[in-house]
């Protein structure tokens, strides 16, 4: 079982930024495809972004295209996700996810991965 920890969720004004990270507590952190998904009230989960364990591919819902940056620094066991541009409609909860692969490109198609944090709350006023 891998354990996720996301933090830097929070309040912030429509048009400003925040970062998030997620930690992951475990030697094989690097073999992790990671990925970013939210939840707004009342509507279904969904992708984000997410980042091979290499760092080398990464992908984006079209929403964040442009505004979101996912990135992962593996000597730290930690996955951010900086979101510039804020809106209101990026209002949610968000969440970390993660799966153990051996590929080093390889990120899961579907929201198919195996471990997920418990989430950090991001609301943007407008």
């Known amino acids: 079982q891998v354990q996720l920890v996301e933090s830097g969720g929070g309040l912030v004004q429509a048009g400003t930024s925040l970062r998030l990270s997620c930690v992951a507590p475990?030697?094989?952190?690097?073999?992790?495809?990671m990925g970013w998904f939210r939840q707004a009230p009342g509507k279904e989960r969904e992708f984000v972004a997410a980042i091979s364990w290499s760092g080398n591919r990464t992908d984006y819902a079209d929403s964040v295209k442009g505004r979101f940056t996912i990135s992962r620094d593996n000597a730290k066991n930690t996955m951010y996700l900086q979101m510039n541009s804020l809106k209101p409609e990026d209002t949610a909860v968000y969440y970390c996810a993660a799966t153990f692969t051996f590929s080093s490109l390889y990120i899961p198609t579907g929201g198919k991965f195996d471990y997920w944090g418990q989430g950090t709350q991001v609301t943007v006023s407008s």
């Open positions: 475990d030697r094989t952190f690097r073999r992790y495809a």
